[in-house]
């Protein structure tokens, strides 16, 4: 099967091709080879030029060499995505980050903060929460929370009624009607949690356009961006590759199929925190139009500066989330580490003991995908794998910096 890429000479865009090669090496001898990742496939470009391409292992178990065009499940690499559909929404005055998010979701109206309880007892009636905005959504400063957190009785109560995964249960307007019955975390705009939020951001775009958040991200960022694979849900299962779960010290654990799976079902809703599956094609080209400032072969998805408003960090003060935070588990680093509009970005690059720039953004998914964007180099990733959780292993650590190491001419 023919190679998604044709890759430039890498010496042309200022890569070293020697030292490039060295990722797909100590991807076999560290990853592949001793089975801690079944799979991995990574594209590294400069202005949307692809330099390196590598895709190494299996489809799965028992399964062939993994495809050029295998489906990934990307989880909450899907985030960004719906973020941007809301900036859409936001360019168009339909909607204002500054605005409550009662403009949309009248169930939120009257939200309380968490007083204690929960468990066998009840939850103690929170003194009322002042009014949610968009922007506390979209920031995941919005005082909602994440079962998977796992620290205390308000993640206990998410766990209860599975909201993580609830599409398969239970339609949207159920789920927004449970979320406004429970506690939340802080005062909206007061802390950050890694969360639902754009879960509920999702529900907002389906609301404030009258499509399901599928079809709207189909029309408006998918086809014109030529990403043809990528949707909720997968229509050739022989193309999406078996899930796998980190074990301590062994080879992964396959936990799902692809073939088969239940991915080939809609859900009750799409989840836009996390839902989406697609190739690393098609993610190339999402990272592709965010290098080139919203815009991708005369498709206008966003503009630059609505862009560059999403990769700037509105924690207040410029705070980074070693100062902000209350996760026990997000997609990003915490020190140096601010949060944009879907987006964690680096502000301080020192801080993050990894080489980098200031204003570089990315985030990631629970089977441990990967992506990142750099403005001031135009340099961009893509890293598809499919083990649970992301935090198994430093590998989004480790190919930042080989990827860096093999960078020959910076601009900074």
């Not at 014109?224 to 229509?235: I, K, N, Q, R, W």
């Not at 080209?285 to 919203?294: C, Q």
């Amino acid at each position: 099967m023919t190679a998604p890429f044709t890759c430039a000479d890498p010496a042309s865009l200022g890569f070293d091709a020697g030292r490039l090669a060295r990722i797909g090496d100590f991807l076999e001898s560290a990853y592949v080879a001793p089975g801690k990742l079944p799979m991995t496939q990574l594209v590294v470009a400069r202005d949307g030029q692809p330099v390196y391409y590598d895709a190494r292992g299996k489809m799965g178990e028992g399964r062939e060499t993994l495809r050029h065009d295998a489906i990934f499940r990307i989880a909450s690499m899907t985030k960004p995505v719906t973020s941007i559909a809301f900036m859409q929404l936001v360019e168009q005055c339909k909607v204002a980050l500054e605005e409550p998010v009662t403009k949309v979701l009248p169930e939120f109206a009257k939200l309380r903060i968490y007083a204690g309880g929960g468990g066998s007892i009840p939850f103690a009636p929170g003194t009322p929460a002042h009014p949610m905005r968009f922007i506390d959504l979209i920031t995941h400063m919005s005082g909602l929370t994440y079962g998977l957190q796992n620290r205390g009785n308000i993640d206990a109560i998410y766990r209860e009624h599975n909201l993580d995964f609830a599409r398969g249960r239970m339609n949207s307007d159920e789920y927004i009607r449970i979320l406004s019955e429970l506690p939340l975390e802080f005062a909206p705009g007061q802390g950050w949690n890694y969360s639902v939020s754009t879960d509920v951001l999702g529900i907002c775009v389906e609301r404030l356009s009258g499509m399901r958040l599928g079809d709207y991200f189909q029309q408006h960022i998918f086809a014109p961006l030529g990403m043809v694979d990528t949707a909720f849900g997968v229509s050739d299962d022989t193309r999406l590759v078996d899930a796998y779960q980190y074990v301590p010290g062994h080879a992964a654990k396959m936990i799902e199929a692809g073939p088969g799976s239940n991915l080939g079902k809609p859900g009750l809703y799409d989840s836009g925190g996390g839902g989406l599956c697609g190739t690393i094609a098609d993610y190339h080209r999402f990272t592709h139009m965010l290098v080139n400032g919203g815009e991708l072969n005369g498709a206008r998805i966003v503009s630059p500066k609505t862009l560059r408003m999403m990769r700037t960090n509105h924690l207040p003060n410029n705070a980074d989330l070693t100062e902000m935070s209350s996760s026990l588990f997000s997609e990003s680093n915490n020190a140096g580490t601010g949060f944009g509009l879907g987006f964690a970005m680096v502000i301080d690059p020192a801080k993050t003991l990894m080489p980098s720039s200031p204003g570089e953004f990315y985030w990631g998914g629970a089977y441990s995908t990967a992506f990142f964007v750099d403005p001031l180099e135009g340099v961009t990733m893509v890293f598809m794998t499919q083990v649970y959780p992301s935090s198994s292993y430093p590998i989004r650590r480790q190919l930042k910096t080989m990827i860096y190491s093999a960078l020959a001419e910076s601009r900074a």
